[in-house]
């Protein structure tokens, strides 16, 4: 290699190894002072104090959040809730808003929760083509109930965003369940492949392909095998 050919790897290695902590640090840190000035701003005049060290509002932030979830935990405190919740219900467009963003969190925070667990392979926008989504839950209700087969509840995140995407309920043959992690999966989704994990399964099953696209009642493939077959025979 030539002098500038090294000095210009030197350079791209030096970026991509300092790149990732920067911008982590930089994220960081500007959450930390947001959540500084929102704390400290909202608080009274006479106690609003110059923060000595950054991430003193954050941790003014987390004390405040356990003790209001200590008191509710409380009967006095579940009595306050369902008060304050009894009065959101009331507002016709509030109570949506409200509801929806409820179920969101418990799901999220859950536990036992099978929310973003799995990631999942399958075939979309058409068959032969694969897409990775990820497995928020059991369908139930209405959807279950007009569908013959058992349907799984997929989020289908969009790249380089993966925060927007589709909900598709998918029957539960047609999934094909990953051994990846959610968080390499995410990392492949808003790398837009770039970033592709390795296969920790053993060798030998990798080795041995487990899905296949098939054209069996794909109105699509029927159409062009159809167009084929008349082409030929008009020829």
Avoid: C
């Amino acid at each position: 290699m030539t002098f500038s050919a090294r000095l210009r790897t030197y350079f791209f290695a030096g970026v991509l190894v300092t790149a990732p902590i920067a911008i982590t640090f930089f994220v960081a840190w500007t959450f930390i002072e947001f959540v500084d000035r929102k704390v400290v701003g909202n608080l009274p005049q006479a106690y609003q104090f110059d923060l000595p060290v950054p991430g003193i509002g954050l941790l003014l932030l987390v004390v405040l959040l356990t003790i209001i979830g200590a008191f509710t935990a409380g009967y006095l405190g579940r009595l306050l809730v369902r008060f304050g919740e009894g009065l959101v219900q009331r507002v016709p467009v509030v109570r949506g808003i409200h509801g929806a963003l409820k179920q969101i969190i418990e799901t999220i925070l859950a536990q036992q929760s099978s929310a973003f667990r799995q990631v999942v392979l399958i075939e979309y926008p058409r068959r032969g083509m694969w897409a990775l989504g990820f497995i928020t839950g059991v369908t139930e209700g209405e959807v279950q109930n007009l569908t013959e087969n058992e349907v799984i509840n997929v989020f289908l995140p969009t790249t380089p965003n993966p925060t927007s995407g589709f909900l598709l309920f998918v029957p539960r043959q047609d999934l094909v369940v990953l051994d990846m992690s959610v968080e390499d999966g995410i990392k492949m989704i808003i790398s837009g492949g770039i970033f592709t994990p390795p296969d920790r399964r053993p060798k030998e099953v990798r080795k041995v392909p487990l899905v296949s696209a098939s054209s069996e009642n794909d109105p699509i493939q029927e159409s062009v095998s159809v167009k084929k077959y008349l082409a030929t025979t008009e020829g």
